[in-house]
């Protein structure tokens, strides 16, 4: 069975990516997915003033916060899943979480910057899809405009 690691972060961008991993298993690919959240680690100050397990919980609270919406539609989908949340830089996090679960290849979502921005602001997408050992399938978000487009021709189609 394929193992998929989906990079969730509780954005919609990154449902689009758990959606697009869901309709390849709708599709007949047999897989568990595992939903890969990223909390970067504390500043020095914080571990100064906090303590580094108050810190490390808050983390990991914070991260099964931000999976929620994620394993809410993978449930729905009733698609075999685990969750993980790990601490560090997101895209040298997610690409070693790939590789530690046995991963066969990584979704996530994009931004769809253009390369101006996505050079001025980084990009994790584009730093994963560099550093991965393994296939990484972007899913670039669609606008609303361009879903309703869709809708539209899929029912003219049927009409």
């Known amino acids: 069975m394929v193992r998929i690691l989906v990079a969730v972060d509780g954005s919609e961008l990154a449902l689009?990516?758990?959606?697009?991993?869901?309709?390849?298993?709708?599709?007949?690919?047999?897989?568990?997915?595992?939903?890969?959240?990223?909390q970067e680690e504390a500043s020095f100050l914080e571990l100064a003033t906090q303590g580094a397990d108050a810190i490390a919980e808050a983390a990991v609270e914070a991260g099964k916060h931000l999976t929620?919406?994620?394993?809410r539609l993978v449930r729905e989908a009733s698609v075999p899943f685990e969750t993980e949340i790990v601490l560090g830089s997101?895209?040298?996090a997610l690409c070693d979480l790939a590789e530690?679960?046995?991963c066969d290849f990584i979704v996530m979502g994009a931004r769809g910057l253009g390369a101006m921005r996505?050079?001025?602001?980084?990009?994790v997408s584009l730093a994963v899809v560099q550093h991965s050992t393994?296939?990484?399938l972007v899913v670039k978000h669609r606008e609303a405009?361009?879903?309703d487009e869709m809708d539209e021709d899929a029912q003219?189609?049927?009409?």
């Open 145 to 147: 405009s361009e879903a």
């Open 156 to 159: 003219d189609t049927q009409a």
């Open 90 to 92: 997101p895209a040298s």
């Open 100 to 102: 530690s679960q046995g």
């Open 68 to 71: 929620r919406p994620a394993e």
């Open 134 to 136: 393994l296939p990484v």
């Open 118 to 123: 996505a050079a001025v602001m980084g990009s």
């Open 16 to 38: 689009d990516a758990v959606r697009h991993a869901l309709t390849l298993v709708g599709e007949g690919l047999k897989a568990v997915l595992v939903l890969g959240h990223v």
